[in-house]
């Protein structure tokens, strides 16, 4: 059985198909999905989507690229919202300089705002980081916030097992499986198998052979076989274990 413990079916993308798409996935041994929040607009779709679908989990957060029309209704909003039952995690949250689609100042604000969020709802959290590597990780560590997931981990290994080491968990998707992704095969030659979890971020990165195209969690196995490539492991072990810890992340018991 396969986790994607990072998803977008809030998506447009998925307008067509979506139940069509939803409704094969147990068939394919896709057994659960966590849905990322984006934007206030998509955690709201993310959380029809989990109260539809009994595999499916969801988090709420504002992405980075959101967070420049955030305000602290929103904060509050996002605070009842985590009370319901199937919202595992705060996020995803986080920084993102290579778009800046939001002003760095306020990303760096409802970044720690979020945080704070999750330390009181005592929920892990769900982090993207793109081009703010060593700011990000400093802001976590000040946050005291030692449970969540480095989504599509893009970092050094040394970064790797730092955040490891803070109880963290890594993200790894269909990147993985580019010819340009030596850094990140490395990444996941060096660290325990028992600290990373697999992920879609469908409808993007969707992983080779299907690169190019919309990915959605049917597309796992093939970061899975990666994994055990690069491990030297049973794809069915890679697949076992990625499900357990992503399990163990979002607390999730059935």
């Not at 800046?100 to 945080?115: E, I, T």
């Not at 700011?135 to 976590?140: H, K, L, N, V, Y």
Request: net charge neutral.
């Amino acid at each position: 059985m396969y986790f994607d413990s990072h998803a977008h079916y809030d998506d447009k993308q998925f307008n067509n198909d979506r139940d069509e798409l939803l409704t094969r996935m147990h068939a394919e041994s896709v057994s659960y999905i966590l849905n990322s929040g984006e934007s206030m607009g998509a955690i709201k779709t993310g959380l029809q989507l989990a109260e539809k679908y009994p595999f499916i989990y969801t988090a709420v957060g504002v992405h980075p690229h959101n967070v420049k029309n955030m305000t602290d209704a929103d904060l509050a909003v996002l605070k009842l919202y985590s009370k319901k039952d199937k919202v595992m995690a705060i996020g995803e949250i986080g920084l993102d300089y290579f778009y800046d689609n939001s002003p760095r100042d306020l990303q760096r604000h409802w970044f720690k705002k979020q945080l704070q969020l999750a330390k009181e709802v005592n929920l892990p959290v769900i982090i993207h980081s793109r081009d703010a590597a060593q700011e990000c990780f400093d802001i976590i560590k000040e946050s005291g916030v030692n449970k969540g997931v480095i989504h599509c981990y893009s970092g050094n290994t040394q970064m790797a097992l730092d955040y490891i080491s803070m109880g963290y968990y890594l993200g790894i998707g269909g990147v993985l499986t580019y010819n340009n992704a030596k850094k990140t095969v490395a990444v996941v030659d060096a660290v325990p198998i028992e600290r990373i979890v697999i992920e879609t971020d469908c409808p993007y990165l969707s992983p080779v052979p299907n690169r190019g195209k919309r990915n959605d969690s049917l597309n796992l196995k093939y970061v899975v076989d990666k994994i055990a490539e690069i491990k030297n492991m049973s794809h069915d072990d890679v697949a076992r274990i990625t499900t357990a810890n992503a399990k163990s992340l979002y607390s999730i018991k059935n």
